[in-house]
Structure formats: C-alpha cells, structure tokens
C-alpha cells in the first residue's frame, strides 16, 4: 500500500462493529461458570488494522513454506520464521491492547470486570510461556 494511500485511510471516520462470542472460562473455576457470551465492540480501523496485518502473515507464511519447498538454506528459513513469530506477537499486543482499552473498560463500568478479568488471565496463562 502506497503511503498516500495509507494516509487517506487513516483520515476515516472510525466505525463501531459489534459482534460476540463465547469465552471458555473452564479452566478459570466454577465460580464464573462454564462460559460467558457478551459483545465486543472494536472500531473498524482496529478490526481492519488487525486483519491487515494477518494477511500479510498469511502471505509471510507462504513464503517461508515455498522457501522449504524450494530447498532453500535452513538459516535463510529460521531468520524468516524468526520474523513470522515477531509478527505474530506484535498482532497480539494489538489484541491485546484493543481488549484492555475497550473490553476490560466496558466489563469495568457494567460491573462484570471479575468475570473478564479471568477470562483474560486464562488466555494470558495460555499464550504467555
């Protein structure tokens, strides 16, 4: 994407997009039940900022399978994965700083915060090492 372009979608006016989805809280203890379903509201610069950036994973990926496939040196294909997991974890922080900013917000100010709280120190205990 040419920068010009990029500017221009910047300039956007930011959209709300509301959709849910169920948590399994399983894991986090029967105080909380077996799962919650609640809305999520994202702006659609953040949703397509995210979906964005894992295309280009997506694409990444590809390149790193062809690299394989074309026999390519096993160092030139480590530093390539090396770059895929960075990518990886920079859409997570975006995850997650979206989840802190929005969600975590809104379960505070309904008064829910102990249930999506835990709901996110599961995932944490599942995505940290």
Known sequence: MNRSHQLAEDKLPVAREEHSHSHDTSNVGDRFGDSSTHPHVHSEESLRSIVNRLSRIEGHIRGVKTMVQ????????????????????????????????ECITRAAQEGNIEVEMAELKAALDRFLP
Do not use: F, K
Request: hydrophobic content about 50%; charged content about 25%.
């Open 70 to 101: 074309e026999s390519r040196p096993c160092p030139e294909v480590l530093v390539q994965i090396a770059a895929v997991r960075g990518a990886l974890d920079r859409v997570a922080r975006m995850i997650l700083d979206a989840h802190l900013t």
